[in-house]
């Protein structure tokens, strides 16, 4: 048996409430609910039962220290065709070193590179017919956005089920912490 699974960090409260207090005024807009909010590091999909041990095997051996994170800024996914709103995230060394991380460990227990470049964001919607200019406005709106910055201290591995309703259901499977 198989499940979709991803490495993700989980956002604390302090976090989430200035993202929920986003979510209003742009048609075509899903809003995620409080607890979709997270940063997803590794997106791994479909896999099987015995990747998914060596997988968490593998995830167990990452060493990294915490780190504070701090979300600014908006963007969206589908230049022309939107299908997704962002919240983005400063820089942080410890975050990309973090992903990294997890990616390499997402190869030693046997599963592909990940090809697309890591770009480090929290969705805030997915969007279905909203258009660009109204999209765009929004966005610029959102610019000056900016978290007061969050300790995070480790990170889990999710696992993911598709629903027929407006979200899908994601459940930690196994906690792994930062030093």
Known sequence: MSQRLFTAIGLPDSVREPLLALQSGLPGASWRPRENLH???RFFGEVDERKAEDLDFELAKITASGFDLT????GWFGRLEPHALWIGVEAAAELLALQTKCERAAQRA??????RKFLPHVTLAYL?????????????????????????TGFSLYASWLTRGEANIYEPVTRYWLS
Not at 71 to 74: E, R, T
Not at 135 to 149: D, K, M, N, S, V
Request: aromatic content about 6%; proline content about 8%; overall charge positive.
């Open 110 to 115: 046997g599963l592909a590179a990940e090809p």
């Open 128 to 152: 279905q017919n909203t258009p660009v200019e109204k999209l765009a406005a929004f966005t610029q709106a959102l610019g000056t956005f900016r978290c007061e910055p969050a300790r995070i």
């Open 71 to 74: 979300l600014k800024g908006a």
């Open 39 to 41: 940063l997803t590091l």
